[in-house]
């Protein structure tokens, strides 16, 4: 399951092994989407293997 906007991405990982590998592409690419470094990306858990990953509009 994944819902996308123009700032941010929300998916269920299922794979506990790819967690960290999804959320890292998913970072990076976000920031070159929108031109940024990584660090202006926020990663929050929104659920049980839930997360979100989205610009943060205020860094």
């Known amino acids: 399951m994944t819902f996308e906007t123009a700032d ?3 998916l269920k990982i299922w794979d506990r092994s790819t967690v960290h590998h999804t959320l890292d592409a998913l970072v990076n690419d976000l920031s070159v989407r929108h031109n940024t470094s990584t660090n202006s990306i926020a990663v929050t858990c929104s ?8 610009l943060n509009h205020g860094a």
């Open 47 to 54: 659920g049980p293997n839930t997360f979100t990953v989205s």
């Open 8 to 10: 941010s991405v929300t």
